[in-house]
């Protein structure tokens, strides 16, 4: 094989590959699976479900500049773990900290930055959990793994939080080592 034609050869499968295209040919699989999306709801919108259902509240305050809140859309919400397990506990809603639109949060109306500001938000991503009556629970500043983020929703969602520590339920769900 000359070099020249490898060469070739090499750029042609890193354009195929930025294009998404499989360097072996330009079909594209039939069997991908459908990505797992979660179904953001509008913030006043969010909290009525909840409270009507009985689900609590998951607000992502986030930026559109904000790397890290790019990351966790791409990387845990897009988890099918995370999604189906939101998806039956939770009613999830986002708010942009810089959008100066209003929002309606227990009959008082607000800037969704003055909103963030009024719960304690300094950097982004946010994660603030809410009960179904709209009561905060506890925030989650930055960002954090699929794993991670699934035993703190579940710890939640699940209403452990009423009854032991975080400590405590960390050992609880950690693997068992048996001794060798």
């Not at 791409?74 to 009613?91: A, Q």
């Not at 309606?104 to 809410?130: C, E, L, M």
């Not at 960002?143 to 609880?172: C, H, N, P, R």
Request: aromatic share 14%; net charge positive.
């Amino acid at each position: 094989m000359t070099k020249t034609f490898t060469i070739k050869i090499i750029c042609y499968a890193v354009v195929l590959s930025a294009l998404g295209m499989p360097a072996s040919g330009f079909a594209q699989s039939t069997k991908e699976k459908p990505k797992a999306e979660l179904s953001w709801k509008p913030f006043e919108t969010g909290f009525a479900k909840a409270n009507t259902e009985k689900k609590k509240v998951l607000l992502d305050v986030y930026t559109d500049w904000c790397g890290w809140c790019k990351r966790l859309d791409k990387d845990v919400y897009s988890d099918k773990r995370v999604v189906d397990y939101l998806t039956e506990h939770y009613y999830v809603v986002k708010l942009n900290a810089e959008d100066t639109a209003s929002v309606t949060y227990k009959d008082k109306k607000s800037t969704k930055p003055q909103f963030a500001g009024a719960f304690g938000v300094k950097g982004y991503p946010t994660i603030i959990f809410f009960d179904s009556k709209g009561d905060p629970i506890t925030s989650l500043p930055g960002y954090v793994d699929a794993d991670k983020f699934l035993t703190i929703a579940k710890f939640i969602g699940e209403d452990y939080y009423k009854s032991m520590t975080w400590e405590s339920y960390q050992k609880m769900n950690e693997p068992k080592n048996p001794k060798e």
